[in-house]
């Protein structure tokens, strides 16, 4: 990180500290700590010359452009890509991607649609379906990988039914949300990876989005429900819905993934869960902190906006650390430990303000599901051997984690 300026950057009039790390590279992706810390100490406002962006990485400034949805728009996509000049490779999302005041209705809708009252009548259901893929994984053994027979097998267990969409298919939602987050970053190789599955994984997400494959009952014909009330058009319905299969089962699979890992590494705080089981929600909570599953967000400056002594030019990018502000120490105290006695609301890894995610109860819900039941028959869990990442331009995941459980 130096603090010289490119000569004819807009930046340079402010004298901006300017670095040339690439945030979606390999090797940054494997650990990405390191460079959170170093654009963190740099200085408020960050330019990144690879890509002519500005980042920003502390808790209290991410939080402030976070809320300031007029001077930090959406709607010019929250990706790299900015939509002002270059063509979204899918519609944009209806939530996602959008300003108020078109942003307000979809969002009253799915806020109703996956909040707290209607997640009531899914709690049961879910708890016992938690309780029997414990029971059959904890039958074949008590060593395997964590991703594919938790993290993965829970949310596809619970989510794509409650949303109502046919059982042929499923195995393209999680390729179809890793692509989707893969794009928002640059176009590199991650991207690349994903293009040629493109046409068929939207295809067949799109279709699930239509009326008639949908279940009667679920997220979706609720939805569907909505635009005969007028709350939505039906012309909106069907993106309404293409949000729930893109932003709610990666997130989630990698969600499970940063709890275990989490007890996987900190042994006494596995023991505080099985003592007050009811610390479950917090678990979920610090883990979203801890890992942050989505890492970063674009915003685009709507006018130039002015963050501490910088001046933003109109129509920049300005790429959000959400893991770095989750592990600021100017706002959290050894912020590196995950610790269930520290109270983590507040933090940014569902980001903050009229976006933050609509699907947390429901993320929420599924967490502590599937952590009660394993809090009921497992005495200990540890890695049994070396855990292996899974890279992403947006999200932080695991690809396999290994784990040993003792039960009791
Ligand atoms: C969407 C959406 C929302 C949040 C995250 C996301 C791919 C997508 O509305 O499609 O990531």
Redesign the pocket.
Known sequence: MTTTVPPGTAASATGVPHSDVDPFAHDVLEDPLPMHAALREAGPVVHLDRYDVFALARYDDVHAALVDWQGFQSSAGVGLSNFRYEEPWRPP?????ADPPRHDAPRRVLQKVLGPRALRRLREGWAADAELLVDEVLSRATAFDAVAELSTAFPLRVFPDAVGIPKGGRERLLPY?NH??NA?GPDNDLVAKGTPRVAELSGWVNAQCQRDVLSPAGFGADIWAASDRGDITPEQAPLVV??LL??GVD?TVHAISAILYAFATHPDQWQRLREDPSLARVAFDEAVRWESP?QTFFRTATTDVRVHDVLIPEGSKILMFLAAANRDPRRWADPDRYDLSRDPSGHVGFGMGIHQ?VGQHVARLEAESILTALARRVATIELDGPPVRHHNN?LRAWESLPVRLTLG
């Open positions: 999302s209806l939530l996602l991607e949300g989707a987050f928002f293409r949000s893109t932003a997130t989505v995610c947006t």
